[in-house]
Protein backbone atom coordinates (compact mmCIF):
# COMPACT_ATOMS: atom_id res chain seq x y z
CA UNK A 1 0.00 0.00 0.00
CA UNK A 2 1.23 3.11 -1.02
CA UNK A 3 0.22 6.21 0.72
CA UNK A 4 0.56 9.83 -1.48
CA UNK A 5 -0.13 13.16 -0.16
CA UNK A 6 -1.15 15.84 -2.79
CA UNK A 7 -0.05 19.22 -2.61
CA UNK A 8 -3.79 20.43 -3.68
CA UNK A 9 -6.44 20.06 -0.51
CA UNK A 10 -8.54 16.73 -1.00
CA UNK A 11 -12.02 18.46 -2.12
CA UNK A 12 -10.31 20.32 -4.83
CA UNK A 13 -10.57 19.39 -8.78
CA UNK A 14 -5.79 19.14 -8.91
CA UNK A 15 -6.46 16.75 -6.13
CA UNK A 16 -9.23 14.92 -8.07
CA UNK A 17 -7.25 15.01 -11.24
CA UNK A 18 -4.05 13.21 -9.43
CA UNK A 19 -6.49 10.51 -8.19
CA UNK A 20 -7.60 9.36 -11.84
CA UNK A 21 -4.32 10.14 -13.26
CA UNK A 22 -3.04 7.04 -10.90
CA UNK A 23 -5.98 5.12 -11.05
CA UNK A 24 -6.00 5.38 -15.05
CA UNK A 25 -2.39 6.20 -16.28
CA UNK A 26 0.15 5.14 -13.75
CA UNK A 27 -1.48 2.34 -12.01
CA UNK A 28 -2.21 0.41 -14.98
CA UNK A 29 2.00 1.74 -16.29
CA UNK A 30 2.99 0.07 -13.07
CA UNK A 31 1.21 -3.21 -13.11
CA UNK A 32 1.69 -3.74 -16.91
CA UNK A 33 -0.34 -6.74 -18.39
CA UNK A 34 0.09 -8.48 -15.44
CA UNK A 35 -3.48 -9.92 -13.36
CA UNK A 36 -2.57 -7.08 -10.07
CA UNK A 37 -5.30 -4.31 -10.07
CA UNK A 38 -4.30 -1.02 -8.86
CA UNK A 39 -7.19 0.33 -6.50
CA UNK A 40 -7.33 3.85 -5.70
CA UNK A 41 -8.65 5.16 -2.12
CA UNK A 42 -9.20 8.30 0.10
CA UNK A 43 -11.40 11.30 0.20
CA UNK A 44 -9.95 12.50 -2.95
CA UNK A 45 -10.89 9.35 -5.19
CA UNK A 46 -14.35 9.02 -4.02
CA UNK A 47 -15.06 12.92 -4.63
CA UNK A 48 -14.14 12.33 -8.10
CA UNK A 49 -16.31 8.88 -8.10
CA UNK A 50 -19.14 10.85 -6.77
CA UNK A 51 -18.26 13.93 -8.84
CA UNK A 52 -18.63 12.23 -11.89
CA UNK A 53 -21.78 9.79 -11.12
CA UNK A 54 -23.41 13.62 -10.50
CA UNK A 55 -22.25 14.93 -13.66
CA UNK A 56 -23.31 11.90 -15.61
CA UNK A 57 -27.05 11.46 -14.11
CA UNK A 58 -27.50 15.85 -14.19
CA UNK A 59 -28.86 15.17 -18.15
CA UNK A 60 -31.15 12.65 -16.80
CA UNK A 61 -32.52 14.32 -13.84
CA UNK A 62 -32.85 17.30 -16.01
CA UNK A 63 -34.77 16.24 -18.39
CA UNK A 64 -36.85 14.04 -16.06
CA UNK A 65 -38.00 16.97 -14.01
CA UNK A 66 -38.83 19.08 -17.27
CA UNK A 67 -40.64 16.48 -18.80
CA UNK A 68 -42.95 15.44 -16.19
CA UNK A 69 -43.84 19.39 -15.24
CA UNK A 70 -44.01 19.77 -19.23
CA UNK A 71 -46.92 16.78 -19.06
CA UNK A 72 -48.59 18.13 -15.45
CA UNK A 73 -48.81 21.55 -17.03
CA UNK A 74 -50.25 20.18 -20.45
CA UNK A 75 -52.98 18.62 -18.91
CA UNK A 76 -53.83 20.80 -16.16
CA UNK A 77 -53.87 23.73 -18.93
CA UNK A 78 -55.13 21.57 -21.96
CA UNK A 79 -51.79 23.26 -24.17
CA UNK A 80 -48.70 22.68 -25.64
CA UNK A 81 -47.11 26.09 -26.13
CA UNK A 82 -47.45 27.17 -22.51
CA UNK A 83 -46.02 24.49 -20.54
CA UNK A 84 -43.11 24.24 -23.15
CA UNK A 85 -42.70 28.15 -22.47
CA UNK A 86 -42.62 27.45 -18.79
CA UNK A 87 -39.90 24.99 -18.66
CA UNK A 88 -37.64 26.73 -21.39
CA UNK A 89 -38.12 29.94 -19.39
CA UNK A 90 -37.82 28.07 -15.95
CA UNK A 91 -34.48 27.29 -17.58
CA UNK A 92 -33.40 30.17 -18.14
CA UNK A 93 -33.54 30.69 -14.60
CA UNK A 94 -31.77 28.41 -13.22
CA UNK A 95 -28.89 28.76 -16.41
CA UNK A 96 -28.51 32.34 -14.65
CA UNK A 97 -28.08 30.84 -11.34
CA UNK A 98 -25.51 28.74 -12.72
CA UNK A 99 -23.31 31.87 -13.78
CA UNK A 100 -24.06 33.84 -10.60
CA UNK A 101 -22.65 30.49 -8.32
CA UNK A 102 -19.44 30.30 -11.23
CA UNK A 103 -18.63 33.40 -10.73
CA UNK A 104 -19.10 34.18 -6.99
CA UNK A 105 -17.61 30.55 -5.87
CA UNK A 106 -15.52 29.30 -8.45
CA UNK A 107 -14.28 32.24 -9.95
CA UNK A 108 -13.67 34.32 -6.41
CA UNK A 109 -15.78 37.24 -7.69
CA UNK A 110 -16.74 39.48 -4.42
CA UNK A 111 -16.15 36.42 -1.98
CA UNK A 112 -15.03 38.44 0.76
CA UNK A 113 -18.27 40.60 0.97
CA UNK A 114 -19.68 36.55 1.26
CA UNK A 115 -16.97 36.50 4.38
CA UNK A 116 -15.25 33.02 2.61
CA UNK A 117 -12.75 32.46 -0.14
CA UNK A 118 -13.33 30.48 -2.82
CA UNK A 119 -12.06 26.99 -3.21
CA UNK A 120 -12.08 27.26 -7.21
CA UNK A 121 -15.26 25.30 -7.38
CA UNK A 122 -19.10 24.28 -7.14
CA UNK A 123 -19.80 21.59 -4.88
CA UNK A 124 -20.80 18.51 -6.91
CA UNK A 125 -23.98 17.75 -5.53
CA UNK A 126 -25.47 21.20 -5.34
CA UNK A 127 -26.46 21.74 -9.20
CA UNK A 128 -28.73 19.17 -9.01
CA UNK A 129 -30.48 20.25 -6.06
CA UNK A 130 -30.63 23.46 -6.87
CA UNK A 131 -32.22 22.68 -10.23
CA UNK A 132 -35.08 20.63 -8.73
CA UNK A 133 -36.02 22.81 -5.73
CA UNK A 134 -36.07 25.68 -8.40
CA UNK A 135 -38.58 24.02 -10.50
CA UNK A 136 -40.80 23.44 -8.20
CA UNK A 137 -40.93 26.84 -6.64
CA UNK A 138 -41.13 28.36 -10.33
CA UNK A 139 -44.16 26.28 -11.55
CA UNK A 140 -45.57 27.47 -8.39
CA UNK A 141 -45.65 30.84 -9.87
CA UNK A 142 -46.50 29.62 -12.69
CA UNK A 143 -49.50 27.84 -12.15
CA UNK A 144 -50.67 30.85 -9.87
CA UNK A 145 -50.23 33.18 -12.76
CA UNK A 146 -52.09 31.07 -15.97
CA UNK A 147 -54.82 30.15 -13.43
CA UNK A 148 -55.86 33.25 -13.50
CA UNK A 149 -55.29 34.44 -17.11
CA UNK A 150 -57.60 30.91 -18.22
CA UNK A 151 -60.62 31.77 -15.16
CA UNK A 152 -60.55 35.53 -16.93
CA UNK A 153 -60.51 33.79 -20.80
CA UNK A 154 -63.24 31.57 -20.16
CA UNK A 155 -65.46 34.24 -18.76
CA UNK A 156 -65.29 35.48 -22.53
CA UNK A 157 -62.63 37.79 -22.05
CA UNK A 158 -59.76 38.44 -25.16
CA UNK A 159 -56.44 36.94 -24.96
CA UNK A 160 -55.05 40.08 -24.31
CA UNK A 161 -56.79 41.23 -21.36
CA UNK A 162 -56.60 37.88 -20.04
CA UNK A 163 -52.67 38.26 -19.88
CA UNK A 164 -53.15 41.59 -18.14
CA UNK A 165 -55.97 40.52 -15.76
CA UNK A 166 -53.84 37.79 -14.68
CA UNK A 167 -50.34 39.93 -13.61
CA UNK A 168 -52.85 42.79 -12.78
CA UNK A 169 -54.18 39.96 -9.83
CA UNK A 170 -50.74 37.87 -8.94
CA UNK A 171 -47.93 40.02 -9.74
CA UNK A 172 -48.04 41.97 -5.91
CA UNK A 173 -48.23 38.17 -4.72
CA UNK A 174 -45.76 36.85 -6.68
CA UNK A 175 -43.19 39.50 -6.03
CA UNK A 176 -44.11 39.44 -2.31
CA UNK A 177 -43.63 35.63 -2.17
CA UNK A 178 -40.42 35.83 -4.10
CA UNK A 179 -38.71 38.51 -1.55
CA UNK A 180 -39.74 36.66 1.77
CA UNK A 181 -37.97 33.21 0.21
CA UNK A 182 -35.15 35.52 -0.92
CA UNK A 183 -34.05 36.73 2.29
CA UNK A 184 -34.79 33.67 3.68
CA UNK A 185 -32.62 32.30 1.56
CA UNK A 186 -29.64 34.89 1.61
CA UNK A 187 -30.17 34.52 5.28
CA UNK A 188 -27.68 31.16 4.68
CA UNK A 189 -24.95 33.24 3.61
CA UNK A 190 -24.08 33.81 7.21
CA UNK A 191 -23.54 29.56 7.26
CA UNK A 192 -19.65 29.19 7.38
CA UNK A 193 -20.18 25.67 4.80
CA UNK A 194 -19.30 26.90 1.72
CA UNK A 195 -22.20 24.28 -0.19
CA UNK A 196 -25.04 26.12 1.70
CA UNK A 197 -23.63 29.17 0.49
CA UNK A 198 -23.69 28.14 -3.18
CA UNK A 199 -27.11 26.48 -2.62
CA UNK A 200 -29.11 29.83 -0.63
CA UNK A 201 -26.89 32.17 -3.45
CA UNK A 202 -28.01 30.51 -6.25
CA UNK A 203 -31.44 29.92 -5.62
CA UNK A 204 -31.89 33.80 -4.17
CA UNK A 205 -30.64 35.10 -7.73
CA UNK A 206 -32.43 32.28 -9.34
CA UNK A 207 -36.08 33.52 -7.39
CA UNK A 208 -35.27 37.01 -7.80
CA UNK A 209 -34.96 36.41 -11.82
CA UNK A 210 -38.35 34.03 -11.57
CA UNK A 211 -40.19 36.36 -10.07
CA UNK A 212 -39.31 39.51 -12.00
CA UNK A 213 -37.97 39.00 -15.16
CA UNK A 214 -39.41 35.67 -16.73
CA UNK A 215 -42.80 35.72 -14.91
CA UNK A 216 -43.57 39.54 -14.44
CA UNK A 217 -41.87 40.55 -17.83
CA UNK A 218 -40.96 37.81 -20.28
CA UNK A 219 -44.26 35.43 -19.72
CA UNK A 220 -46.67 37.63 -19.85
CA UNK A 221 -44.91 39.30 -23.25
CA UNK A 222 -44.78 36.38 -25.07
CA UNK A 223 -48.09 35.26 -24.17
CA UNK A 224 -49.79 39.01 -25.46
CA UNK A 225 -47.96 37.84 -28.75
CA UNK A 226 -48.81 34.27 -28.74
CA UNK A 227 -52.76 35.23 -28.21
CA UNK A 228 -54.77 32.46 -29.04
CA UNK A 229 -51.80 30.13 -29.49
CA UNK A 230 -51.22 29.87 -25.82
CA UNK A 231 -54.07 27.40 -26.00
CA UNK A 232 -52.87 25.45 -29.06
CA UNK A 233 -53.49 21.30 -28.41
CA UNK A 234 -53.82 19.24 -31.06
CA UNK A 235 -57.41 17.12 -31.33
CA UNK A 236 -56.10 13.75 -30.87
CA UNK A 237 -54.46 15.16 -27.45
CA UNK A 238 -56.92 17.16 -26.67
CA UNK A 239 -59.26 14.14 -26.91
CA UNK A 240 -57.46 11.68 -24.71
CA UNK A 241 -55.81 13.93 -22.24
CA UNK A 242 -58.47 14.17 -18.98
CA UNK A 243 -60.31 17.24 -18.15
CA UNK A 244 -58.90 18.42 -14.89
CA UNK A 245 -61.93 20.35 -12.77
CA UNK A 246 -60.91 23.32 -10.55
Same mark, same amino acid.
Given at each position: ???????? =???????????????? *??????????????? #?????????????? #?????????????????? #?????????? @??????????????? +??????????????????????????? =????????????????????????? %????????? +?????????????????????????? %????? @???????????? @???????????????????????????????????????? *??????
Amino acid at each position: MVTVYPKS =NEDTTAAQDLAGRIAD *IYGPAAVGTGPEHIY #VGGAASANRDFTAA #VSGRLPLVIGLVMFLTFI #VLMVLFRSLV @LPAKAVVMTLLSVLA +SYGVMVAVFQWGWADSLLGFHHLGHIT =NWVPPFLFSILFGLSMDYEVFLLSR %VREYRERGG +SDADAVAFGLARTGRIISTAALLMII %VFLSF @LTNRLIPLKELS @LGLAVAIFIDATLVRLLLVPAFMRLAGKWNWWLPGPLERI *IPVIEE
